[in-house]
């Protein structure tokens, strides 16, 4: 995390002051607080669409098997555009389809086995359903 940030009156602030504004005026708890002040962080890296949750599951998942922030929002981008397939002749969505693109999708990148797990898993879908679905 950077050590300063600026204001919105274009001054610098410490780290402990944001974090301090965040929790006063944000309503924050003190470690959602920290965690949003590295969305900031990854928001100035020029890393966009960041979330608390993201950025959770990605020190939860991505990071302890060594993926990239790049390739793990590039997943997440890639997860939040893709949409269930709809059968023609019912209309309705059919089961599974997204997660299925997306599981091909992530069975494309050059990763290990063991990071394809982690990115799957740090899409919040289940074991059960990694397992019967992952094409790897």
């Given at each position: 995390m950077r050590a300063e940030y600026r204001s919105i009156f274009?001054?610098?602030?410490?780290?402990?002051?944001?974090?301090?504004?965040?929790?006063e005026f944000g309503g924050y708890t003190p470690e959602d607080a920290r965690t949003q002040i590295?969305?900031?962080?990854?928001?100035?890296?020029?890393?966009?669409?960041?979330?608390?949750?993201r950025v959770e599951r990605y020190h939860e998942?991505?990071?302890?098997?060594?993926?990239?922030?790049?390739?793990?929002m590039d997943v997440q981008r890639f997860s939040a555009d893709t949409k269930n397939d709809v059968d023609p002749d019912t209309g309705k969505s059919i089961n599974y389809s997204?997660?299925?693109?997306?599981?091909?999708?992530?069975?494309?990148?050059p990763l290990t086995e063991k990071q394809k797990d982690a990115m799957a898993y740090s899409l919040g879908w289940s074991k059960k359903n990694i397992e019967k679905y992952k094409p790897w």
């Open positions: 274009n001054e610098n602030i410490t780290l402990e002051d944001l974090q301090k504004a965040l929790i590295e969305v900031y962080d990854w928001e100035m890296e020029g890393i966009k669409n960041v979330t608390i949750t998942f991505a990071e302890p098997a060594g993926i990239s922030k790049s390739v793990y997204a997660m299925k693109k997306v599981m091909a999708y992530i069975d494309s990148l």
